[in-house]
């Protein structure tokens, strides 16, 4: 299996976590020249842009190790021309990333702010 359909494989198994946990899912993959998101999806009143990392094992480093400053800023990036160009101004929202790790699943809410 290629990288991009393990990854594919991941994110759809955080997307159905993420429903369990009570998101509703607004969009996957969203992609723009200043980046991609994972997920976007609604918590409440908080529109939640998600990263969702995988590693099969913890030999290279844990999952969530993965989002480091470029990749957060590349995520704050695209979440703003997200924003930008569906017309929300003043909604709340939030980075979390989803880190599988083998058979484990673990949900960072707030995994970081918005990075410049």
């Given at each position: 299996?290629?990288?991009?359909k393990i990854g594919s494989c991941h994110e759809e198994q955080a997307a159905a976590f993420?429903?369990?946990?009570?998101?509703?899912?607004?969009?996957?993959?969203?992609?723009?020249?200043?980046?991609?998101?994972?997920?976007?999806?609604?918590?409440?009143?908080?529109?939640?842009?998600?990263?969702?990392?995988?590693?099969?094992?913890?030999?290279?480093?844990?999952?969530?190790?993965?989002?480091?400053?470029?990749?957060?800023?590349?995520?704050?990036?695209?979440?703003?021309?997200?924003?930008?160009?569906?017309?929300?101004?003043?909604?709340?929202?939030?980075?979390?990333?989803?880190?599988?790790?083998?058979?484990?699943?673990?949900?960072?809410?707030?995994?970081?702010?918005?990075?410049?």
């Amino acid at each position: 299996m290629n990288k991009r359909k393990i990854g594919s494989c991941h994110e759809e198994q955080a997307a159905a976590f993420l429903k369990k946990q009570g998101l509703y899912i607004v969009e996957r993959n969203f992609r723009c020249r200043t980046g991609e998101i994972d997920i976007i999806a609604r918590d409440g009143d908080y529109l939640v842009f998600t990263e969702v990392k995988y590693r099969r094992t913890g030999e290279s480093g844990w999952a969530s190790a993965a989002v480091d400053w470029h990749k957060r800023q590349r995520i704050s990036r695209a979440a703003q021309f997200y924003l930008i160009r569906h017309g929300y101004a003043d909604i709340p929202c939030r980075f979390d990333v989803v880190a599988i790790d083998g058979n484990r699943i673990q949900w960072i809410r707030n995994a970081f702010d918005y990075t410049e």
